[in-house]
């Protein structure tokens, strides 16, 4: 199988998420809004994308901003230029798992004062990834119930897209999951999914895999199971290289069979489509060669399309693959080699 594991970026888990959220907004990190203003992150100079073709938020405290700002400030400013590439685009915020209302205050405030729509990942699922590289998730079902409420309370009725669980119904498709805890998670998920779009202003978009994994056949009553019915839709690609083109055509024969819903496609480092070299079961992870994807926009080439998003954050670490560090920690190199091939 080809699976998109890795992804997640609590590794390098920042620090509390109440000081995040504080310094985002009494520092005035974002933006008035309009996208004229550029704002100032220790001389990175990130400013918000145009609004009616890129609603989602630029955080311009993330790691690729700072590393902007680091290498300007050693002087290198053609490497300053090519992490600019990844820095001013919007990329999702992986919600952690200790403090989540927090974090999703601290991210959709800032959204909110930039005036812009917050892109939140959630990535807690009991006994995620198999054992891989990010495994973890919450300790049961009842710690997860938990924590989706958290990031809820954090949401409140701000603007708000939400990425829910990647590969979480995959691999209850592939058998990686074992099969005594199906039930529970079709019934977490589906859980969510109803808290989720009790919001006000939240969309959610329910991991679906990706082109090369299989076939729609095998996943589409297992996403119904999982609720997709009461969703905006479902996410395909995520933390993947499969091109946009296959991308969509797997998106649009798997909306066929679950109520024609649209989907979003994860274009952050699918520039270059898929490594097809070396170990099949490690392709997904660190390839080398590839390139930044389409940068986001819901102005996209086909109307079943909502959105192009960036879900994994370009220059994060897969995990500890071909030199790599953890899951979801910055490697300058690796990002500058994304940003070196992109158009």
């Not at 819903?261 to 590839?290: A, L």
């Not at 926009?297 to 086909?302: E, R, S």
């Amino acid at each position: 199988m080809y699976l998109k594991r890795g992804a997640w970026r609590g590794a390098r888990a920042r620090t509390s998420a109440v000081v995040l959220g504080a310094a985002l907004l009494i520092a005035g990190c974002s933006s008035s809004g309009d996208g004229e203003e550029p704002d100032d992150n220790a001389g990175a100079a990130i400013s918000q994308q145009p609004k009616e073709t890129d609603p989602f938020w630029v955080n311009p405290d993330g790691n690729a901003a700072e590393q902007v700002a680091a290498l300007e400030k050693a002087g290198k400013k053609e490497d300053a230029e090519q992490i600019r590439k990844i820095a001013q685009q919007p990329t999702g915020e992986w919600i952690g798992p200790e403090n989540p209302e927090q974090e999703a205050r601290g991210y959709t405030e800032a959204a909110d004062k930039a005036g812009r729509t917050a892109l939140l990942v959630l990535y807690n699922i009991p006994h995620r990834d198999c054992g891989q590289y990010s495994q973890g998730g919450a300790a049961d079902g009842n710690a997860y119930r938990d924590w989706i409420d958290g990031v809820a309370k954090g949401i409140e009725d701000r603007a708000t897209t939400v990425i829910l669980e990647p590969d979480a119904v995959l691999h209850l498709v592939d058998g990686c999951t074992p099969d005594e805890f199906h039930e529970e998670r079709y019934d977490l998920l589906k859980g969510a999914i109803t808290k989720l779009k009790s919001l006000k202003n939240t969309k959610v978009y329910l991991d679906a895999g990706n082109a090369g994994w299989g076939h729609p056949d095998q996943i589409f009553e297992p996403l119904k199971w999982a609720g997709i019915d009461q969703a905006d839709g479902f996410a395909v690609n995520v933390s993947n290289f499969y091109t946009t083109k296959d991308s969509t055509a797997y998106g649009k024969q798997l909306s066929t069979k679950v109520g024609d819903k649209p989907f979003v496609i994860d274009t952050s480092r699918n520039g270059n489509g898929p490594y097809n070299q070396g170990n099949p079961d490690e392709r997904w992870c660190n390839p080398p060669g590839r390139a930044l994807g389409e940068t986001p926009t819901t102005k996209t080439a086909d109307p079943l399309v909502d959105a192009y998003v960036w879900v994994k954050r370009p220059g994060e670490s897969d995990g500890e693959c071909k030199g790599g560090p953890k899951a979801g920690e910055w490697w300058t190199n690796y990002a500058l080699s994304l940003a070196k091939a992109s158009k």
